[in-house]
């Protein structure tokens, strides 16, 4: 299944890296929109896909995969395993087109986003991954696993994704040999102004 997607390109024409940030469950593909220009990152292009599925609840809203009245995680194992595949068909599509390899791309995501992020970006040659108020949807495959580095982060007044999920992303992730940096905020289930300036911190530092 292909994704289609929001591309911002490079503010100066030149385009070194690449960001791709996944929404969360219930949004869509202009949810974050307003990062890419908040980040301030000139040489960086931003492509913003909007997931597999329409949301059957709200109309022009999508999701990765579906989710049990209890946020289980395990009910639509086809619908992740297709998500999986669509966004890495993805990422190696904008790789090609643009000739901005993998190992410049960042893969970010929100929520449900950050869990499909925390699924396929393991797994491929990036150049650092990003989970914001995200979760592990399954354990995470050592074989499988491509060693980079990963920032957490989470709201410590998560009513949806509770903090201590964040907890078991760093530890899983430094079981496999993944470098993990975490960061807590006094929020909710969002994103706020100090969690995007750690994340162009994290940018910077990654991609040069």
């Known amino acids: 299944m292909e994704l289609t ?39 960086c292009q931003f492509i913003f896909p909007n997931a597999t599925f329409a949301h059957p609840g709200m109309p022009g809203a999508r999701m990765w995969y579906e989710l049990g009245p209890q946020l289980e995680f395990d009910r639509d194992p086809e619908g992740i395993a297709a998500s999986r595949a669509a966004i890495a068909a993805l990422l190696e599509q904008v790789a090609i087109e643009t000739a901005i390899p993998l190992s410049r791309t960042v893969l970010a995501g929100f ?36 060693i980079k580095p990963a920032l957490v982060m989470h709201g410590s007044a998560d009513p949806v994704v509770p903090l201590a999920a964040a907890g078991r992303v760093c530890e899983a992730l430094k079981q496999v040999g993944i470098g993990v940096e975490f960061r807590e905020f006094a929020i909710s289930h969002g994103i706020c102004p100090e969690e995007i300036a750690v994340l162009r911190e994290f940018l910077v530092k990654v991609l040069g």
């Open 111 to 146: 929520s449900q986003g950050g869990a499909m992020t925390l699924d396929v970006g393991t797994r491929l040659p990036l150049a650092g991954l990003v989970s914001m108020s995200g979760y592990l949807h399954a354990d995470l495959d050592a074989d499988a696993i491509t």
């Open 5 to 43: 997607s929001i591309a911002i390109p490079a503010a100066s024409g030149n385009i070194r890296s690449t960001v791709v940030l996944l929404h969360g469950w219930g949004a869509n593909d202009r949810d974050l929109l307003s990062i890419a220009q908040e980040l301030n990152l000139p040489d």
